[in-house]
């Protein structure tokens, strides 16, 4: 459980922080699955990044496999896009 900013993340002190189903009001970003660790990994860098919720699951898209994440805070999801360095390989 990483401390961002110095402060406990109440959302995971309780268990809640990550959905178990995509939710509709969710903000989704797609990544193509190209490595057998990338979920892990992006569960990694999204607790010690960033604060909101968030949902990864994956998926079938057009005969393709992918990965599908959601953030509960539209801010996120652009962030996650820019600076997330496994995005970029």
């Keep these: 459980m990483p401390i961002h900013k110095g402060k406990p993340n ?7 922080r ?3 189903y995509p939710a509709k009001h ?8 190209y490595s057998y660790n990338i979920e892990t990994a992006l569960h990694t860098w999204i607790n010690d990044n960033l604060v ?9 898209d057009e005969s393709r496999h ?5 953030f509960e805070n539209p801010s996120e999801a652009s962030y996650f896009q820019l600076a997330c360095p496994l995005l970029k390989y």
Aim: net charge positive; charged share 15%.
């Design 10 to 16: 109440p959302l995971n002190l309780f268990g809640c």
């Design 18 to 20: 990550v959905y178990q």
């Design 52 to 60: 909101g919720r968030y949902f990864i699951g994956r998926a079938v």
């Design 26 to 33: 969710l903000e989704f970003v797609t990544v193509e699955k």
């Design 66 to 70: 992918v990965i599908n994440i959601g």
